[in-house]
């Protein structure tokens, strides 16, 4: 027996007590079927050879770790660690998830009519959920689909009512306990209805310093003329495995605007795709990144305009420090029919350290003729005649150098627009800047 | 107050020298004017005042009230009390003028033993003197320096020379680029600053800015050097017959 087989069957044990301890209904029990069958066959792509995916992420380690599936009780969590350590409003509704398992304790709803927000695995019956899951995330589409697909249980469904504003953001929090190397595969599913606005935002966290394994699969369905607002908080600690998988697929005239901030992950990889699949929609996919140590953060961004008058946006911009590693990896693919298209990618870097690196490549694939396309990207370290500029008003280098990162994350930070995580993620990133300066040269 | 003694510089890893024994007392109080051809080391000389790292100091000194502060940071002397005013401001995107100025203030108070202002205090100075300095109040909430015009530059840079009030101000070339209304501008900042205690240094090519600004000393530099030192007249002497005699002085 292999080492690799002997890993296969450890997540074959998992997928097994699964099926036993957290039975599901027959659609989704074959639903899981189905994305074993597919992980069991090509197990993580680690192949380094011809990959061109994976090419800037070696999944080797993650191959080799070994992880503790929560099949029962989830760790506990206190309702003050989640106020330390995670964005929250008593405004909003907030699903909270530890390891993977819904706690309704830990949960918080606010009315608002238009909104149905519940676990997947209690929503069973809901026709629109049979729909759209699996549908723009296929089961088939990779290791990590397949994988997730697997261990369905709980996640956050989100459905909003057709020309419904929505109040109130609703978040999505999904925690890894300490204690242990836990594994955990969160889902989330919103579908939102023709007309509607809507705020939600996804966070995963880990609370402790074990390393652990999530990979979360995102599903996103926007209907004629909606707006969704996302946004993707991912403060993971720097010994975690984090391979996240978003899907979206707009009707016309619908714009998703998505922001995502990423701090941490021993390996990350924010693996956003937005199919604009009718005529008149647009996104907006913007990232804030911050890396130092030996982390690896790896956002692979794409969209796809399969029909004419779309218009995205790829905005990311990363801090790197240390022996850190990011990869910008932004594609935009104008299809035949897609006339009148606007697309523009740009991923700006502050890279502090020799140490660190980014492999930056926004690409553009494009076989409309009548379209507008522009891609561009820089790397360098902090502007010396701006942080000259600043000491010769009296600023001492490091205050400057300091102001200069929280200018260039400003960008992002400021637009976030919903203030409980906006000041979130400023405090995080405030945090982090000393962690980063004090690895840079 | 400020006394450079044959300062030789060059720029980082060049062999060439660019101040070549360079000679220069500054009393408090008074305006001295630095003119001078393209290439004479003007603009160098403004920048190794302040302790711009391009540039490395080869030998001689400069004191301030006689400390030597040739090893000083660039913030270090700024907080002893010199000021540059840019000819080419940086931009610092996503800082706002105003965090930008009450960092630069509090660093300038906490070395001074004061306390620094309160957010309510330092609003008010700083409405104030972007009334006075004639800045449009909505380009103080943008990035400092982006997106700004020639003009606009120049005049936040008047407005933290103002705020900061510092005891030795250098104006590299402020004038360039500037119609009269902005000229006028920045003559009325420096002639509203002038006192007994304040010194400023003006380095200009033209003698435009000294129709608004009357300097006690004027100097020409040329090939590193000063080649001269007169009163005012020496600037309107330039203006009519230019550089040449002391480009050939200095050939020969």
């Known amino acids: 027996m292999t080492l690799a087989t002997a890993r296969g069957e450890k997540y074959a044990v998992d997928f097994k007590a699964l099926t036993e301890s957290r039975p599901v209904s027959d659609w989704m029990s074959e639903l899981r079927q189905r994305g074993w069958d597919h992980f069991d066959s090509i197990g993580f792509p680690t192949e380094r050879r011809g990959n061109e995916l994976w090419k800037y992420t070696n999944l080797a380690a993650l191959d080799s770790a070994v992880f503790a599936f929560q099949r029962d009780e989830p760790g506990e969590v206190s309702a003050e660690v989640i106020n330390e350590c995670a964005p929250w409003s008593d405004d909003w509704t907030t699903l909270v998830f530890v390891d993977g398992r819904y706690s309704e304790m830990l949960s918080h709803v606010s009315a608002d009519a238009g909104v149905e927000v519940k676990n997947i695995s209690d929503a069973a019956d809901d026709a629109t959920l049979r729909e759209n899951l699996a549908q723009h995330a296929a089961v088939d589409e990779s290791a990590f689909s397949g994988l997730n697909t697997a261990f369905l249980a709980d996640g956050g469904y989100v459905k909003i009512a057709d020309n419904y504003e929505a109040t109130s953001p609703v978040q999505l929090l999904y925690f890894t306990s300490p204690g242990a190397s836990r594994a955990s595969f969160p889902r989330t599913l919103v579908v939102a209805g023709n007309n509607s606005r809507s705020k939600v935002i996804e966070t995963y966290v880990s609370l402790g310093a074990e390393s652990g394994f999530t990979a979360p699969v995102a599903e996103y369905v926007l209907g004629s003329g909606t707006g969704i607002d996302h946004f993707r908080v991912l403060v993971e600690n720097e010994e975690s495995f984090h391979i996240g998988t978003t899907r979206v697929y707009q009707h016309d005239n619908s714009n998703f605007t998505s922001t995502s901030f990423a701090l941490g992950p021993k390996i990350g990889r924010n693996d956003l795709h937005v199919l604009l699949d009718a005529p008149g929609a647009e996104c907006t996919l913007n990232g804030l990144y911050l890396t130092t140590g030996d982390q690896h953060m790896d956002n692979h961004i794409s969209t796809t305009h399969a029909k004419p008058h779309g218009t995205s946006h790829q905005f990311y911009k990363g801090v790197l420090s240390g022996n850190s590693r990011a990869v910008f990896s932004g594609k935009v693919l104008v299809k035949k029919d897609a006339q009148k298209t606007q697309a523009y990618q740009k991923d700006l870097n502050l890279v502090l350290s020799h140490g660190a690196e980014i492999d930056t490549k926004p690409s553009l694939e494009i076989y409309a003729d009548d379209v507008q396309c522009a891609h561009g990207a820089t790397a360098g370290h902090t502007d010396p005649e701006a942080l000259f500029y600043m000491q010769s008003r009296g600023i001492d280098q490091k205050t400057a150098q300091a102001m200069l990162m929280r200018g260039f994350a400003a960008e992002i930070v400021d637009s976030i627009g919903i203030p409980a995580l906006q000041d979130f993620v400023q405090g995080v990133t405030e945090n982090t800047i000393p962690l980063l300066q004090a690895a840079a040269d | ?252």
């Open chain 2, 1 to 252: 107050m400020l006394q450079v003694k044959d300062l030789h510089a060059s720029v980082v890893d060049a062999d060439e020298e660019i101040l070549k024994g360079l000679t220069l007392d500054i009393g408090p109080g008074e305006v001295h004017t630095i003119m001078g051809p393209n290439g004479g080391g003007k603009s160098t000389f403004a920048n190794v005042l302040l302790g711009r790292p391009d540039y490395v100091v080869n030998s001689g000194s400069i004191k301030l009230d006689d400390e030597d502060i040739v090893d000083l940071l660039p913030e270090q002397r700024a907080l002893r009390g010199l000021f540059l005013a840019f000819q080419y401001p940086a931009e610092i995107p996503g800082v706002r003028p105003w965090q930008f100025l009450k960092a630069a203030l509090d660093a300038r108070r906490d070395y001074a033993g004061e306390k620094p202002l309160s957010v309510r205090e330092f609003s008010k100075l700083f409405d104030e003197k972007v009334e006075a300095v004639g800045i449009d109040p909505d380009l103080v909430k943008r990035s400092l320096n982006e997106g700004f015009s020639g003009g606009e530059k120049k005049r936040n840079e008047m407005l933290q020379l103002e705020m900061l009030e510092p005891r030795l101000a250098i104006l590299d070339e402020t004038d360039s680029g500037l119609d009269v209304d902005a000229l006028r501008i920045v003559a009325e900042g420096v002639n509203s600053l002038r006192s007994p205690e304040r010194s400023f240094l003006i380095v200009t090519h033209y003698q435009r800015l000294l129709n608004y600004i009357k300097p006690d000393v004027v100097h020409i530099l040329v090939d590193g050097q000063i080649v001269e030192t007169a009163g005012p007249e020496l600037a309107l002497e330039v203006e009519k017959s230019g550089y040449e005699k002391y480009l050939k002085a200095a050939a020969g």
